[in-house]
């Protein structure tokens, strides 16, 4: 590797190219803060840069690991001692914002938050929004098709991606850095970069759709009698407020009982013996008509006794406290630790009787075990988090197949918004068929013939 | 061909096979009306039917071309005498509609208004819409990328269709039936078939998002003092309408007034002395908040000088008045025969000088053409009608010429939402660059190896 690296020094830079103590120093993992294996970390200031330093390793049969942010939840920046890591750290530019279009042009290694500023500071917004958003970068999100909070509304990350610019495991840079909302110039390219994890090329740049701001937010948290109750109140929140919903989040008795009652954290807004907790969001341009609305549809759904409890937010301080419950995962981890915790999608019908024999099966294996569940319903996506009272790896793995197993009969997904990476690999069969697997197989081989890019992630080994 | 026509017939049967005459009575073309030149049409019947042809056509390196509803409009159905044609007019289930989740499972063959009218059954919406919604096929529009009238507020048929089943080249049945807003399990491998028009699989069934139906419609046209004030009106709107802009329709004045005055077609609702005119809606769940909010929007744009005239319509007539004429193809056709259309696409803030610079070198070079243009601009769409006095292929490629050279700098589309087909493939690179065009090689390489897909449609024959 000394050669290669050598000659990528004299492309990148003293600024461009870590080695050493350096690599060891920096954390790759935000969950463990384990260091950085990799044998160097290079840097590179821009595409250019960027597609000498993929020739290089191309030549060299060098495989490289990409970093954005680090904040992926499986593992895919993991990066052995026979890697190099390939940062966008310094190609953070914003580069363009037409506010006419709605369009705004940056480079990939850009935080997201920043993109939201900016995106404000022309009175338009950036609707993708998720925890980390300090820390993610662009280049991540559009990598593992980022979702969030608001994906009811304004769908994931591959929806807000208009073109972008990729540098392929030869070197080659495609730039596809469509402006428009409609272009059906030939294939659409960027698709196949948009949540592959960094395993067909290198995302570089991107150019971004904006939305109007809607700045009127109505919040409730509501108490449902039943599944069949809240899945009715879903359809006809839909049905209500049209196009307005901008979030339908849910918390099984169990999540809502444990945040607040239980462990006393958050006082509880609404009596904790109903099965169901839902947390709704209405977005407007202005707060008088969206309320109306909001109450109106609130009142139907009593009436039609979907809901028989409800709490609405009249300040924004109220507003955060009953998010605050929604997003303690912090509380979660204090009451359950050792915790797994998945992300998993399924057709809506499916859930409750899912969600009733996991929970049925667990504790027949581990009489000890618990079971917390919330989610985004709307997107059919459940957070599950499990504690059994160990976390050695055998137990991950035999509550990992608890978890998964039953997905594949009811076609749900073993990943509803983080990705493969390494964690989840080994059960891609489960959500997909051998012929899906052999297809990924074709474009990866086409693409990417020498494996070079994010080895072995996604996809294991050919056998 | 004829040894592989019994194979197939015995496969298909007689229902699913059409020969000689047969063929020949078919009209390929909604525009010329020619009839069908291949060697026969095969009409499977099911998945496993199609699955079972398109091996025997590998194994006897037999050329396809797919066949939905016919109404495209790049000559992408043309097929030779040595091609045989693949038609899904016999797979037309809608299988399965879950309200609860909004979704809707179909085969490819089903027209279009039939899964609107199935989802109206269900008080949801398919919101994709195009005048050829009695005749296109689902398959069809995922094939295409359709686009339509609603895209400002829904976007494109790529964003409507969760997953899909497609037969490939090697008759192999890749089914990504995905049911959920998220599923992160690997690439998702419905794009590939998303937009490709046919060359990369044959599409045999999807899994359709379904919307909430929004019945309010308030619909307005305005006359815009000037291209600046038109793209300050769309701002202005997006950010007082919020989600709510159903539509942004935009007719130059050489569009209004021919439609209008000049032919004696339309009353003219407005004088026609604006430089620009735009068709504008917004949707809600009920009129009365809907018009409040509609108006007030209207009225600041007054106040602001972005239009200085108006007409709201107050009844379903009135408002289909205002879009007959912003759909009047055949009065445009009537008033400037011989004429060629295009379809294109450019940043918003390209288009008055693209135009205008336009206009100056056709009548520079024919001094009696006539030029009409009409688009959704929130899209960055137009649709440009000239006629330059005659339609023979050498004065066509001279005017296409005109028309797409310019877009390449501004990274503009020669296809916004027609697709490329055969009519225009050879002006593929003035849209897409060489690294662009040499990674849908390879895609196509790696998909269908021998180019039995609709054969140099979209790319041409490899030099």
Redesign the interface.
């Known amino acids: 590797m000394d050669a290669l690296l050598k000659d990528i020094a004299d492309r990148v830079g003293r600024a461009g190219l870590l080695t050493g103590d350096d690599v060891a120093a920096r954390p790759v993992d935000w969950m463990t803060g384990a260091g950085c294996r990799a044998g160097a970390i290079v840097r590179p200031a821009d595409t250019d840069e960027l597609a000498a330093v993929m020739r290089l390793c191309h030549d060299a049969d060098q495989p490289v690991v990409t970093h954005g942010g680090l904040t992926g939840l499986v593992h895919g920046g993991e990066a052995a001692p026979d890697e190099v890591v390939i940062s966008l750290e310094r190609m953070t530019a914003i580069e363009a914002i037409?506010?006419?279009?709605?369009?705004m042009t940056v480079q990939a290694g850009v935080a997201l938050q920043r993109v939201q500023e900016a995106a404000a500071g022309h009175?338009l917004q950036f609707p993708l929004d998720l925890g980390a958003r300090g820390s993610c970068t662009i280049g991540g999100n559009i990598a593992?098709?980022a979702?969030g909070v608001r994906?009811?509304?304004y769908?994931?990350m591959?929806?807000q991606v208009l073109g972008l610019e990729a540098v392929?495991a030869d070197g080659?840079?495609?730039?596809?850095?469509?402006?428009?909302?409609?272009?059906?110039?030939?294939?659409?390219?960027k698709?196949?970069f948009?949540?592959?994890e960094g395993t067909?090329g290198i995302v570089t740049r991107a150019v971004l759709k904006l939305q109007?701001?809607?700045p009127s937010e109505q919040t409730a948290l509501v108490a449902c009698p039943s599944f069949e109750a809240l899945?009715g109140l879903?359809?006809q929140m839909?049905?209500?407020?049209?196009?307005?919903?901008g979030a339908f989040e849910v918390m099984w008795q169990s999540h809502y009982r444990l945040l607040t009652e239980e462990s006393g954290r958050h006082a509880p807004p609404l009596a904790t013996t109903s099965p169901y907790y839902a947390l709704i969001e209405s977005?407007?341009?202005e707060d008088e008509?969206n309320a109306?609305?909001f109450n109106q549809a609130l009142a139907s759904a009593f009436d039609a006794g979907l809901i028989h409890d409800a709490v609405v937010a009249h300040s924004n301080a109220q507003r955060q406290g009953l998010w605050a419950i929604r997003e303690d995962i912090e509380g979660l981890l204090e009451a359950l630790a050792p915790m797994f915790t998945f992300d998993i999608?399924?057709?809506?019908?499916a859930m409750q009787a899912y969600v009733d024999a996991l929970e049925t099966a667990l504790i027949q294996q581990w009489p000890q075990a618990r079971m917390v569940v919330f989610g985004?319903l709307?997107?059919?996506?459940l957070h599950v988090s499990i504690s059994v009272g160990s976390s050695d790896p055998e137990t991950r793995r035999a509550v990992e197949r608890r978890v998964y197993a039953p997905l594949a009969e009811l076609?749900?997904?073993?990943?509803?918004?983080?990705?493969?990476g390494l964690e989840?690999r080994d059960y891609?069969a489960v959500?997909?068929?051998p012929?899906?697997?052999?297809?990924?197989r074709?474009?990866k081989?086409?693409?990417d013939p020498q494996g070079l890019l994010n080895r072995h992630k996604?996809?294991a080994p050919d056998a």
Chains 1, 2 share one sequence.
Request: glycine share 16%.
């Open positions: 037409d506010p006419v279009g709605g369009t009175d593992t098709n979702g994906v009811i509304r769908g994931m591959r929806q392929l080659s840079v495609v730039s596809s850095m469509n402006r428009m909302l409609k272009n059906n110039a030939g294939y659409d390219l698709q196949l948009i949540g592959s067909l109007p701001i809607l899945t879903l359809q839909g049905h209500q407020l049209g196009g307005a919903l977005l407007g341009v008509s109306a609305r999608s399924l057709p809506i019908p985004h709307g997107d059919g996506n076609g749900g997904s073993i990943s509803a918004e983080h990705g493969i989840k891609l959500s997909r068929s012929e899906e697997i052999a297809l990924m074709t474009l081989r086409a693409l996604v996809l």
